[in-house]
T-cell receptor
Framework: KQEVTQIPAALSVPEGENLVLNCSFT??????LQWFRQDPGKGLTSLLL?????REQTSGRLNASLDKSSGRSTLYIAASQPGDSATYLC?????????FGAGTTVTVRA | NAGVMQNPRHLVRRRGQEARLRCSPM?????VYWYRQLPEEGLKFMVY????????ESGMPKERFSAEFPKEGPSILRIQQVVRGDSAAYFC??????????????FGPGTRLTVT
């Protein structure tokens, strides 16, 4: 059974600082890994998708790396802004099922 | 291209009533997934459906819950005789047909069910 862990559970940083969010998973036989953003009471917004054959993906200020053999992914958010405040979820896919971590709640202070 | 649509967005039911949650996948998507997010918990897979077929319902509670994805119309998640523990956010996701290889899942805004 796939177990996904996200550390830290919460993070508070001043505006402008870089964010580093960690995700680890127990079963390395994954198809892909997705990072999502969830705002309070809202749905999930997909940020990045990394296929199992890839090492990283970049979109704007976001960069995600994947080390499948060690079961880890890291999401980097450069030059954080107050609008980045949200919960970030990591999800791994073993075939069609997504297994989610509990999330990291980020607060960026102005 | 409209995204995944779910309705209602908020649903209040009394204990013992039935709840029906609807999900319309993105255009061209024939795979639908339902996930549940209980308060203070992560999202958990419930069921995976293709048109007229339930592929995997291993995450569904054994009683009171059912799901369908008919040939025409939206996917329906049905909860009979709701209890307070069913209060949660229910998310639907869809993906295009891709055989066994997983593709990106696109999520709807969710239905927040409150049982009083």
């Amino acid at each position: 059974k796939q177990e996904v862990t996200q550390i830290p559970a919460a993070l508070s940083v001043p505006e402008g600082e870089n964010l580093v969010l960690n995700c680890s998973f127990t079963d390395s036989a994954i198809y892909n890994l997705q990072w999502f953003r969830q705002d309070p009471g809202k749905g999930l917004t997909s940020l990045l998708l990394i296929q199992s054959s890839q090492r990283e993906q970049t979109s704007g200020r976001l960069n995600a790396s994947l080390d499948k053999s060690s079961g880890r992914s890291t999401l980097y958010i450069a030059a954080s802004q107050p609008g980045d405040s949200a919960t970030y979820l990591c999800a791994v896919s073993n075939d069609y099922k997504l297994s989610f971590g509990a999330g990291t709640t980020v607060t960026v202070r102005a | 291209n409209a995204g995944v649509m779910q309705n209602p967005r908020h649903l209040v039911r009394r204990r013992g009533q039935e709840a029906r949650l609807r999900c319309s996948p993105m255009k061209g998507h024939s795979h639908v997934y339902w996930y549940r997010q209980l308060p203070e918990e992560g999202l958990k897979f419930m069921v995976y459906l293709q048109k007229e077929n339930i592929i995997d319902e291993s995450g569904m509670p054994k009683e009171r819950f059912s799901a369908e994805f008919p040939k025409e119309g939206p996917s329906i998640l049905r909860i009979q005789q709701v209890v307070r523990g069913d209060s949660a956010a229910y998310f639907c996701a869809s993906s295009p047909p891709a055989g066994r290889a997983a593709t990106e899942q696109y999520f709807g805004p969710g239905t927040r069910l409150t049982v009083t």
